[in-house]
């Protein structure tokens, strides 16, 4: 049965040479001289001149620096332009209300944001019920670039307090089935053009919890998959996290994939963006229902981040997409060997109750 989430678009300093006690004293002096030189500085123009040519990582590095800095970095607006100019899709009215109830706002969206589920802590125990999120809605802030240049933008927003969504398999659909977005990326005609491909595409998929405040980034970043389709010729490009669920049962390890379609367009073999869509699946490569998906999301909301740096992020990311497939094959193979002893058991039951029965017949007779 087909899954539909009710979505609704919303926009879119090294020292050498003299002895320890030379050594004290010019570190001091270094120290002093590189202080008196930050307050010489006018707040004015650290904040509108300096701070603002900062990403978001930098800026956290300089909240660190001194107590003045510290001051000048917490500034909102400052974060919302970070936040702004790192995810596009969150400028729209929705999502800055939403954004600005966060503890600390924007840094506080950023911080939450900008860590990928593949730096996340493994969970040590199954998810309980506590943990599933019972918001109306949620909200989707997705960016796609290739190349670096920016080709798909949008939020949209997701209903999921209704009986229909909770039973249904979960799925959000950023585009509707005649919505496409012209790109500039032409189509790869081979296994080494999809590779290529898979290394100039990165995707945001950042998940909002307006009611819990919180933020989480279901992205690989980049993709663990890109296949072009045999008959069609639309190439899809799979990203895709591992998120811990119920100990022992299919759901022990979820897939979080989102799947981008390309393909169609005609103006000089350039391909559009078709689809882009998020489902949640189990290890029996069943697409979970959305209470089941809610309690997986609940658990990643909550989750600790590590400090990773990004790269290594989306190697650790790719091993547990392959440790997850080698899983599911695994799961496979012994629901296979256990349904092939159980089919050789019913047919020797078979084979003893039909000689039994024919040495009855013949017996009596």
Not at 216 to 221: I, T
Not at 247 to 265: D, F, L, N, P
Not at 322 to 339: D, G, H, N, S, T
Request: glycine fraction near 8%.
């Amino acid at each position: 049965m087909a899954t539909q989430s009710t979505t609704k678009a919303i926009g879119r300093v090294d020292y050498e040479g003299g002895d320890h006690h030379h050594q004290e004293a010019a570190a001091a002096s270094s120290s002093s001289s590189a202080s008196c030189s930050l307050s010489a500085i006018h707040e004015d123009i650290l904040r509108t001149h300096i701070l603002t040519r900062l990403d978001g990582v930098a800026l956290l590095s300089a909240a660190c620096a001194s107590t003045e800095l510290s001051s000048l970095a917490s500034q909102d607006n400052l974060w919302k332009d970070v936040c702004r100019s790192t995810w596009p899709s969150t400028d729209v009215p929705r999502l800055q209300e939403v954004i600005s109830a966060f503890p600390d706002g924007h840094r506080s969206f950023f911080s939450a944001s900008l860590p990928l589920l593949a730096d996340m802590e493994p969970y040590s125990e199954p998810a309980s019920a506590a943990s599933e999120i019972f918001a109306e809605e949620l909200i989707s802030a997705v960016d796609i670039y290739h190349r670096g240049e920016l080709i798909f933008s949008r939020a949209v927003e997701t209903e999921t307090g209704t009986g229909w969504f909770r039973c249904s398999p979960f799925r959000v659909d950023l585009l509707d089935p005649k919505d496409t977005c012209p790109t500039r990326i032409p189509r790869p005609e081979t296994e080494s053009g999809c590779r290529e491909l898979g290394e100039e595409l990165t995707l945001s998929w950042v998940l909002v919890d307006p009611a819990g405040r919180r933020a989480v980034n279901l992205s690989s970043h980049r993709p663990v998959s890109v296949q072009k389709h045999w008959l069609s010729g639309d190439v899809h490009a799979r990203f895709a996290v591992v998120l811990a669920g119920e100990k022992g049962a299919a759901s022990e390890s979820v897939q979080c994939g989102i799947v981008v379609t390309c393909g169609g367009g005609v103006e000089e073999g350039a391909m559009h963006v078709r689809e882009v869509s998020l489902q949640m699946e189990n290890l029996d490569g069943m697409y979970m229902s959305g209470k089941e998906s809610l309690g997986v999301l609940g658990r990643a909301f909550g989750g600790a981040r590590k400090g990773m740096k990004r790269e290594r992020g989306r190697e650790e990311g790719g091993r547990r997409y392959e440790e997850f497939l080698a899983m599911k094959r695994r799961r496979r193979e012994r629901k296979l060997r256990a349904e092939g002893a159980m089919d050789t058991l019913c047919m020797a039951s078979a084979v003893f109750v039909f000689a039994s029965l024919a040495f009855l017949f013949l017996w009596g007779r």
